[in-house]
């Protein structure tokens, strides 16, 4: 059978989409891939077997009147792309796992009268996904969400298999020293980037460090480092990620949907500092979520330096963290089991 799935430009859509796509591929599905060809997609799909389709479209929510003009003709043109594309391969079905691309794939399913899937990774549901929900067979949600979404599956976050690993037991802490890896996430943070080794220089010789900047700021973050006495690596990016969160006592980052599921299924906890000017403050209410699973904690920029300087003290003097680790967040492992085991159920095929 043959599947479109569409996703495109950050992490947080595209490697959800590209463990669905392996775990149906496995099942005997032929995957076309459709993104916008940006270098995150093309390292991503690397080795991935997919058929790849680039198309030409970006944005429309927060962009100038004639950037949204735009973005409606070539929506419009990607419509009939895509249809194309549906009739000449006998695509069956047709999954978006968020971002504007997936809005003219959906609506070109729709009018094929293809079955329609949606994963929304967020806890809160975004715009694209959004007005695909109200015509899909399934919309599977990554995280608990306040919305109401009608034919939706809470399946959790799909994640890669280096996180995927069975922790039942525990690494106790045999040494004085208190491990963090810090992220921004693909972009890298120039908050984090630039407040945390200011905000950790206290503790000197308690920690060791590792901390991903994103492309062009390790020198940057490097100088503002050099200027403590702490024991720190610095990269632009981690190659698997997964080895420096299991390294780690917790980890300090954004709460994008996919960071917080990964470091969660980890079984590590995580100092969460939610971007405040994501699309509907998302980035907050995903991390409610893991406080409310007792894994992590939150610090808002608008709290300030000190805010975040007592609760780093707190986490690291009295060791919060270990009972962060205490915890497991299973919710994620089975994700894209779950999501193509229902997909499929729609064809009667399993």
């Not at 996919?258 to 405040?276: A, R």
């Not at 060791?319 to 915890?327: A, D, M, P, S």
Request: charged share 20%; net charge positive.
């Amino acid at each position: 059978m043959n599947i479109i799935i569409s996703a495109a430009k950050t992490g947080g859509h595209v490697y959800p989409a590209i463990e669905v796509g392996q775990e149906l591929k496995s099942r005997g599905c032929k995957i076309f891939f459709i993104g916008t060809g940006s270098q995150i997609e093309l390292n991503a799909l690397k080795d991935s077997g997919f058929e790849f389709i680039a198309l030409n479209i970006d944005g429309f929510r927060g962009k100038s009147i004639f950037s949204k003009a735009a973005s409606i003709k070539n929506t419009f043109i990607s419509i009939f792309k895509i249809i194309r594309i549906i009739k000449k391969n006998d695509i069956k079905g047709i999954i978006g796992f968020g971002g504007f691309i997936t809005v003219p794939v959906g609506l070109a399913g729709y009018l094929m009268r293809i079955k329609v899937f949606t994963h929304e990774q967020n806890s809160v549901m975004g715009s694209a996904n959004k007005l695909l929900s109200k015509f899909a067979f399934i919309n599977f949600l990554g995280l608990p969400t306040n919305d109401d979404v009608k034919n939706s599956i809470e399946s959790g976050n799909p994640i890669r298999p280096s996180f995927q690993k069975n922790k039942e037991v525990l690494q106790s802490n045999d040494e004085d020293i208190v491990k963090i890896y810090i992220t921004g996430g693909s972009q890298g943070s120039s908050y984090i980037n630039e407040t945390l080794p200011l905000c950790l220089s206290e503790f000197k010789n308690k920690i060791k460090i590792k901390h991903q900047c994103g492309k062009g700021n390790v020198k940057e973050v490097e100088g503002l480092y050099s200027k403590t006495s702490l024991n720190y690596h610095v990269a632009e990016f981690y190659k698997d990620p997964s080895h420096e969160i299991d390294w780690a006592d917790f980890v300090i980052s954004r709460s994008g949907a996919l960071t917080i599921s990964e470091v969660s299924s980890s079984s590590k906890g995580s100092l969460m500092i939610p971007l405040p000017i994501s699309i509907d403050n998302h980035q907050l209410i995903n991390a409610q979520h893991i406080t409310n699973i007792n894994m992590g904690c939150i610090h808002n920029e608008s709290d300030g330096p000190e805010s975040l300087k007592k609760i780093l003290r707190e986490i690291i003097d009295k060791k919060i963290y270990i009972e962060w680790q205490e915890n497991k967040n299973s919710q994620h492992i089975n994700a894209s089991k779950v999501i193509s085991r229902n997909i499929l159920k729609e064809y009667e095929t399993i």
